[in-house]
């Protein structure tokens, strides 16, 4: 068993498997209590412990992940644990979040002698359960060895893009193409069965052609059979990544950020809706459209 001690916050669908892979890796895991307990409970029957409180987290581990739901939860948790970071301590955010909250916890931990990196994933829970995550690291160069060896536990790809921040900078990158894939094929599919085209031909064409994308092969095929649940993402934190993406393209390139906005404020409409706790995939469901 590794000596490292691990604190992890936030373990629902995508921190669950993430904190599995490091107890399977010897890593001893403290968990902080969260909301649904049966991963928890699952956790802890798998050799995890429970920390009452953040601070008592923070002060009994070496390495501290968290995997929270959106930016203003990372500057949350922040303010209830910043002082408690002491030299050497290493925090690995693998949240979804804005690249200048990374920033701006880099630089207030490197003033204590201790580590951040933001370090998001691409995947979904069943890849963080069986370790095939996508990482995608910011930190300082000197460090990223160490976060490799860490994130590795649940990643098959790891990849450094930059200083802190960058790792969330790339992911709103990726997401941006993705969802923004899926919200195009959605009103593709929902036009082609109006009009009365063949969609499962228009399926095959598209992956034979240049259309063809992972977003593709991964929802297309299961709503073609009626199943609209192949990807376990909500429309709530697909419009919540899409508004951070739009934020940073309209920040370094102001002309570009027009199609970032309209997908951004179409899967707002639909959280605004009462479609937030749907899963992306439904765009394709007729019954939805």
């Given at each position: 068993?590794?000596?490292?001690?691990?604190?992890?916050?936030?373990v629902g669908l995508m921190g669950s498997g993430m904190a599995s892979c490091l107890l399977a890796d010897?890593?001893?895991?403290?968990?902080?209590?969260?909301?649904?307990?049966?991963?928890?409970?699952?956790?802890?029957?798998?050799?995890?412990?429970?920390?009452?409180?953040p601070a008592t987290l923070v002060q009994s581990c070496d390495v501290v992940f968290t995997c929270l739901p959106n930016a203003e939860a990372v500057e949350a948790f922040a303010g209830q644990v910043l002082t408690q970071f002491r030299h050497g301590?290493?925090?690995?955010?693998?949240?979804?979040?804005?690249?200048?909250?990374?920033?701006?916890?880099?630089?207030?931990?490197?003033?204590?002698?201790?580590?951040?990196?933001?370090?998001?994933?691409?995947?979904?829970?069943?890849?963080?359960?069986?370790?095939?995550?996508?990482?995608?690291?910011?930190?300082?160069?000197?460090?990223?060895?160490?976060?490799e060896t860490f994130v590795g536990s649940y990643s098959k790809l790891v990849r450094r893009f930059g200083e802190a921040g960058r790792g969330?900078?790339?992911?709103?990158?990726?997401?941006?193409?993705?969802?923004?894939?899926?919200v195009l094929l959605a009103d593709a599919f929902q036009c082609a069965r109006k009009t009365?085209?063949?969609?499962?031909?228009?399926?095959?064409?598209?992956?034979?052609?240049?259309?063809?994308?992972?977003?593709?092969?991964k929802t297309v095929p299961e709503a073609l059979e009626g199943r609209f649940d192949s990807s376990k993402f909500t429309i709530r934190n697909s419009a919540k990544d899409l508004?951070?993406?739009?934020?940073?393209?309209?920040?370094?390139?102001?002309?570009?950020?027009?199609?970032a906005g309209v997908i951004a404020d179409r899967l707002s409409d639909l959280e605004?809706?009462?479609?937030?706790?749907?899963?992306?995939?439904?765009?394709l469901d007729p019954e939805k459209s």
């Amino acid at each position: 068993m590794s000596s490292q001690r691990i604190g992890f916050v936030g373990v629902g669908l995508m921190g669950s498997g993430m904190a599995s892979c490091l107890l399977a890796d010897g890593y001893s895991v403290s968990l902080l209590a969260h909301k649904n307990r049966a991963p928890v409970e699952r956790l802890i029957a798998q050799g995890a412990s429970e920390a009452p409180d953040p601070a008592t987290l923070v002060q009994s581990c070496d390495v501290v992940f968290t995997c929270l739901p959106n930016a203003e939860a990372v500057e949350a948790f922040a303010g209830q644990v910043l002082t408690q970071f002491r030299h050497g301590q290493i925090w690995i955010d693998t949240s979804t979040s804005r690249p200048e909250v990374s920033e701006a916890m880099a630089e207030r931990l490197q003033a204590r002698g201790a580590i951040f990196a933001d370090a998001p994933v691409t995947g979904g829970p069943e890849q963080a359960q069986e370790g095939s995550l996508s990482s995608l690291v910011g930190c300082a160069e000197q460090h990223f060895s160490a976060i490799e060896t860490f994130v590795g536990s649940y990643s098959k790809l790891v990849r450094r893009f930059g200083e802190a921040g960058r790792g969330h900078a790339a992911k709103l990158l990726n997401n941006l193409v993705s969802q923004g894939t899926a919200v195009l094929l959605a009103d593709a599919f929902q036009c082609a069965r109006k009009t009365g085209v063949d969609s499962h031909a228009l399926f095959e064409i598209m992956m034979a052609g240049a259309a063809r994308s992972g977003t593709l092969e991964k929802t297309v095929p299961e709503a073609l059979e009626g199943r609209f649940d192949s990807s376990k993402f909500t429309i709530r934190n697909s419009a919540k990544d899409l508004r951070y993406a739009r934020d940073l393209v309209n920040s370094v390139a102001p002309e570009r950020t027009a199609l970032a906005g309209v997908i951004a404020d179409r899967l707002s409409d639909l959280e605004t809706r009462g479609r937030g706790n749907d899963y992306v995939s439904t765009l394709l469901d007729p019954e939805k459209s």
